[in-house]
């Protein structure tokens, strides 16, 4: 009777393992995804990606793949990184790359399947004319590179605030902060800062907030302080050793433009947005995408000069100090 039971036993099991066996799909490719671009340099960057899926087959290869065309694979690509097997997520370190270059950049998995890609990335190597500079901002550190200008000066690649260098005249990514004319780097840039009516009576006004001027003076501070931002140990948003650019400067490079308007400013070496700016009234932001005001150390009677950008046009323009606009620095000689 055991015997019996026992012959049974086998025969089901047998039956259930070729019914799972037998009835086992073919693999599918990979489901994956690709990590952001990180630490990006002049030559190399920092990525990955998340293989989520192996689509019933093992994962005998990972990486990235990159190229300066969309859609790089394996086959067509500038280069590419091998980072092991299996699923989760994995890191990848990306060398070789030129100065100044914009890549695109895929997560690749291979299976007995074939070949899957996630997602694209894409990033702009940094320019280094005069070096990459490193330093805090906002808390953080931040590395930005350099990029030449007119009469070989050397600046930023980027507004203090943009996270990028500019893809597009209206890269949101790359529009940065909007400072007051004159104020220190204490948080009132930032586009998602409150607003208040009561004017500071020194240079530091002690909070964060946008400060409004609907009526005369039409500046966040009073009495007005001219000598805001004109270096000799003074007010300095920019890194040690660069400075906010006098009008000369700006107008030097705008001059220099293949056209007057904001397509002629995002093809300049300067590559700079239409970043809009902050109304000195209500603190209300205006024409972002379609705009951008630049301060330049130049005052202008109660006022502070400017370079505007438009669809139509460019020019040096002077605004009350109240507004909130970009800022580009440039190395100081």
């Given at each position: 009777m055991?015997k019996?039971?026992s012959?049974?036993?086998?025969?089901?099991l047998?039956?259930?393992?070729f019914?799972?066996t037998?009835?086992k799909?073919?693999?599918?490719?990979?489901?994956l995804?690709?990590?952001?671009v990180?630490?990006i340099?002049?030559?190399s960057?920092?990525?990955?990606g998340?293989i989520?899926d192996?689509g019933g087959?093992n994962?005998?290869?990972?990486?990235v793949v990159w190229?300066?065309?969309?859609n790089?694979?394996?086959?067509?690509?500038?280069?590419?990184?091998?980072d092991?097997?299996?699923t989760?997520?994995?890191?990848?370190v990306?060398?070789?790359l030129?100065?100044?270059?914009l890549?695109y950049?895929?997560?690749?998995?291979?299976n007995s399947?074939?070949?899957?890609?996630?997602?694209?990335a894409?990033?702009?190597?940094?320019?280094?004319?005069?070096?990459?500079?490193?330093f805090?901002?906002g808390?953080?550190?931040?590395v930005?590179?350099?990029v030449e200008?007119?009469n070989?000066?050397?600046?930023?690649?980027?507004?203090l605030?943009?996270?990028?260098?500019?893809t597009?005249y209206?890269?949101?990514?790359?529009?940065?902060?909007?400072f007051?004319?004159g104020?220190m780097?204490?948080?009132?840039q930032?586009?998602t800062?409150g607003?208040?009516?009561?004017?500071?009576?020194s240079?530091?006004?002690?909070?964060?907030n946008?400060?409004?001027?609907p009526e005369?003076?039409?500046?966040w501070?009073v009495?007005?302080?001219?000598n805001?931002?004109q270096?000799?140990g003074?007010?300095n948003?920019?890194?040690v050793?660069?400075?906010?650019p006098?009008?000369?400067e700006?107008?030097?490079?705008?001059?220099s433009?293949s056209?007057?308007?904001?397509?002629g400013?995002?093809?300049?070496?300067?590559k700079?947005?239409?970043?809009g700016?902050r109304?000195?009234?209500?603190?209300?932001?205006?024409?972002?995408?379609?705009?951008?005001h630049y301060w330049?150390?130049t005052v202008?009677?109660?006022n502070a000069r400017?370079?505007?950008i438009?669809?139509?046009n460019?020019?040096m323009?002077?605004?009350?100090?109240a507004s909130?606009a970009s800022?580009?620095c440039?190395k100081?000689?």
């Amino acid at each position: 009777m055991k015997k019996e039971n026992s012959y049974y036993l086998i025969v089901s099991l047998a039956f259930i393992l070729f019914f799972f066996t037998g009835c086992k799909k073919d693999p599918s490719l990979p489901v994956l995804s690709t990590h952001a671009v990180t630490e990006i340099t002049s030559s190399s960057a920092k990525s990955g990606g998340n293989i989520t899926d192996d689509g019933g087959g093992n994962i005998i290869s990972r990486g990235v793949v990159w190229g300066e065309s969309e859609n790089p694979t394996i086959e067509d690509n500038y280069g590419m990184t091998g980072d092991g097997s299996g699923t989760g997520e994995f890191a990848s370190v990306i060398t070789g790359l030129t100065e100044g270059t914009l890549y695109y950049m895929r997560a690749y998995a291979i299976n007995s399947a074939g070949m899957a890609y996630g997602n694209q990335a894409e990033f702009r190597t940094l320019n280094a004319f005069c070096g990459i500079v490193t330093f805090i901002y906002g808390g953080e550190e931040v590395v930005f590179g350099t990029v030449e200008g007119q009469n070989g000066t050397c600046w930023l690649d980027r507004n203090l605030g943009a996270s990028r260098v500019a893809t597009a005249y209206n890269d949101d990514e790359a529009y940065g902060d909007l400072f007051q004319w004159g104020r220190m780097n204490d948080g009132h840039q930032y586009r998602t800062t409150g607003t208040t009516s009561t004017l500071s009576n020194s240079d530091n006004p002690g909070h964060s907030n946008f400060i409004i001027s609907p009526e005369s003076p039409w500046d966040w501070r009073v009495p007005k302080n001219d000598n805001l931002w004109q270096g000799n140990g003074g007010i300095n948003v920019c890194p040690v050793g660069w400075r906010v650019p006098t009008e000369e400067e700006l107008e030097n490079e705008l001059l220099s433009w293949s056209s007057e308007d904001y397509s002629g400013a995002f093809e300049s070496p300067l590559k700079i947005t239409a970043a809009g700016y902050r109304g000195y009234y209500e603190g209300v932001f205006y024409l972002v995408g379609m705009r951008g005001h630049y301060w330049t150390t130049t005052v202008s009677g109660s006022n502070a000069r400017y370079l505007r950008i438009t669809s139509e046009n460019a020019q040096m323009a002077e605004s009350f100090r109240a507004s909130g606009a970009s800022v580009r620095c440039i190395k100081d000689n």
